[in-house]
């Protein structure tokens, strides 16, 4: 069935794509007074970052991560993530500040990147060490880049009418025919996520102090404070960023092909010990240096940019709730925060990824051969690097393909398939479409073009934005319902780790011993 002819038998049920459920993880660095990463703990006033669900941290002790509830309509995602920037930036100490790009202000060093710590309890110990062992593996520098991720689901009303349309599969069981097509639309996040990249990257520039441990890089300067590449769109993507380089030299790679060959090629990597990783150590002077030495510690330690999840209860095993209960939505990590925007993301690129989605579960999505593997992953770099360089060319299906011509074909598809959503959606897909003819008006290159203007570099342009921000949100009229309930999770979750840590039984040691014993 053509893509128009699935257009078309949506047509006829596609209001229940409104009932579709968008949620948004935003990371930001806090700040001290002089641009460094900030050194002092997660602030009490945000609540237990082992159990507040809304308000936690990533990587770092600094690097505070938003999660918004999966929610209908891009208008309310975006509504909710401002209210919850609102909050952190209201509780937030003076003398500190978020900073509102992927690519991190000044640094002092790996050692004044501070790890993420969760409370004595055995879970967040092992999330801490989970850390340490990233640390240890990939450096402290690159995990203090912040980023974005899109998370987005179906409806299950959707799902049963687009079920009926393809006959061949009609009677297959449910739970496997939605996983067999967020599988589908996963790859193809992959064939295209490249134009997700050039589109939306905002991470062209990057402070020199990042860069102190990079010898061999091929990055130009800017000024005596900066380094970028003239026509790149998100360095975040590539050669700097959060790679598995290790996993792919030892030729593990997460097969998408079907939700099985997924699972078990990650557990695969899970399983497998790494000589690296066992010239690091398990332990040094009785403290984890990693949680194990194998290639992956844990699944979510592979890096990709799109992520079938599963729907989590208590205490399950990501991998182990893929098997069991199938995908439950898809998550897309390749986007940066764009500084040039409040929240780091707006309602009009909502619209478009949403209708972004929907094209890629409707365009046909066959397997991805080792050979096609090889053609991602180079273009997902000559974006990352040259996105905007006039006739840059791409590869597919072993043929060199001009970037702007294959971009127009993919977003006319996208438009088509928008129609099935809103116009609203219809607007903002061909607002942004615009960006594939004129690179200027990307992320990218506006932030580019504004820093040559204004005579400023990557630090002393983006911090405007961090004291501009932080303005807005301090002299915003609190949203009294929103701040209670969030000072009601703040209190919970304090209340929660407290629970957690009093009714640990076992010792750390056998804690992670049961732990991967058990069904990963």
Not at 53 to 58: C, N, S
């Amino acid at each position: 069935m053509s893509l128009q002819d699935k257009i078309n038998s949506v047509s006829s049920f596609k209001d229940s794509l409104g009932e579709n459920l968008i949620g948004i993880e935003k990371e930001g660095l806090r700040v001290a007074k002089d641009g460094s990463i900030a050194q002092t703990p997660h602030p009490q006033s945000f609540g237990s970052a082992l159990t507040h669900p809304e308000i936690t941290t990533d990587f770092s002790e600094a690097l505070v991560e938003i999660v918004t509830r999966p929610t209908k309509g891009a208008s309310n995602v975006i509504d909710e993530l401002s209210k919850i920037n609102h909050y952190i930036n209201f509780h937030l100490g003076s003398n500190e500040r978020f900073w509102p790009a992927s690519m991190p202000c000044i640094l002092r060093g790996k050692t004044n990147i501070p790890i993420a710590y969760y409370g004595e309890s055995n879970l967040g110990k092992m999330k801490t060490v989970y850390r340490r062992g990233l640390a240890n593996r990939y450096g402290s520098v690159m995990q203090a880049i912040a980023g974005i991720h899109f998370n987005y689901s179906f409806s299950l009303e959707f799902w049963d009418s687009y079920q009926k349309t393809i006959t061949s599969e009609s009677k297959l069981d449910s739970k496997r025919f939605i996983s067999r097509h967020y599988m589908a639309l996963t790859r193809n996040v992959l064939r295209y996520g490249w134009l997700v990249t050039y589109l939306f990257g905002a991470s062209a520039s990057v402070c020199k102090s990042f860069m102190q441990d990079y010898h061999d890089h091929k990055l130009e300067e800017f000024d005596d404070n900066t380094l970028y590449l003239p026509y790149a769109t998100s360095l975040r993507m590539g050669d700097i960023g959060y790679q598995n380089s290790q996993e792919d030299n030892k030729g593990v790679k997460a097969n998408y092909n079907s939700l099985r060959h997924y699972i078990y090629s990650l557990r695969a990597a899970m399983q497998t010990n790494c000589e690296d990783c066992e010239a690091i150590g398990l332990k040094k002077d009785g403290e984890y240096l990693q949680l194990n030495t194998n290639i992956l510690q844990i699944a979510n330690e592979y890096y990709s940019s799109v992520r079938p999840k599963p729907i989590i209860n208590g205490s399950d095993r990501p991998l182990g709730a893929l098997l069991n209960r199938g995908v439950g939505y898809i998550e897309l990590r390749s986007l940066d925060v764009n500084p040039l925007i409040k929240d780091g993301i707006d309602e009009e690129q909502v619209q478009f990824l949403e209708s972004f989605m929907l094209f890629c579960l409707l365009e046909d999505s066959p397997v991805i051969s080792s050979s096609e593997i090889n053609e991602i992953d180079l273009n997902s770099s000559l974006v990352a690097h040259r996105g905007r360089e006039p006739g840059l060319k791409l590869m597919q299906k072993g043929k060199e393909l001009n970037l702007k011509n294959w971009g127009e074909s993919i977003l006319n598809k996208i438009h088509d398939c928008s129609a099935l959503l809103s116009e609203a959606h219809q607007r903002s897909v061909k607002q942004i479409s615009d960006r594939i003819i004129n690179p200027d008006l990307t992320p990218s290159a506006q932030m580019l073009n504004e820093m040559k203007l204004q005579e400023q570099g990557f630090f002393e342009y983006t911090d405007q934005f961090s004291h501009k921000y932080q303005k807005i949100f301090k002299n915003m009229k609190i949203s009294d319902g929103y701040f209670s309930e969030l000072d009601r999770l703040r209190m919970l979750s304090k209340e929660k780790q407290l629970e957690i840590e009093s009714d640990d039984q076992l010792d750390f040691d056998q804690f992670l011993e049961e732990y991967f014993s058990s069904d990963t």
